[in-house]
């Protein structure tokens, strides 16, 4: 499981393959986001299905005056080949946007407003948490679905902007 410093470091390398793509005049905005989330699906008192979800995405925004153009890529996590398909991303981009409309509506942010949260904390792992909620329910018919992981969000721009927030959230619904 990547700590959220190993993803923090991973965006800001992903930011950097955007900032060195640009051609003269474009900027860009991108949006990250990412999870590693265990989840358990359970029915009549027993698990039915575990799994674990591991994903990664990126919108990229390319502008060029009025002209934008947008794009989601999904991750794999690997620096290297990510960075070569944000480049052929942009490329993409840059191909179209002379076909657009200038937006009179595009609105970009004056000034540069950083921010940093990181809210990790540890949770117990999701197969003792299992456990107890198992036994808690022996005997009883219950019906619930828990996941529990990391949450990652970062937002970054051609000015120089970061925004980076980092979790660990979990979620129980059930039913007796």
Known sequence: ???????????????????NALG???RYTASFDAEETDFVRMNRGKVRQPGSVAQRYLTIRLIDG?????????LTGDLAGDGRAVRDAVGGLRAVLPELADDPLLLLP?????S??????????????IDEILAS????DLVGIYAAGPV??????????????ATTAFNLQWSL
Do not use: K
Not at 110 to 114: E, G, L, T
Not at 152 to 165: I, K, M, P, T
């Open 1 to 19: 499981m990547a700590t959220a410093m190993d993803m923090e470091h991973y965006f800001e390398g992903l930011a950097a393959v955007l900032q």
């Open 24 to 26: 003269a005049g474009e």
């Open 66 to 74: 009025a002209r934008h153009a947008e794009h989601t890529l999904s």
């Open 110 to 114: 004056p000034s540069v407003q950083s």
């Open 116 to 129: 940093r949260s990181v809210r990790a904390a540890s949770l117990p792992a999701s197969e003792a948490v």
């Open 137 to 140: 329910a022996a005997g009883l």
């Open 152 to 165: 990652w969000r970062g937002f970054a721009n051609s000015e120089g902007q970061r925004n980076w927030h």
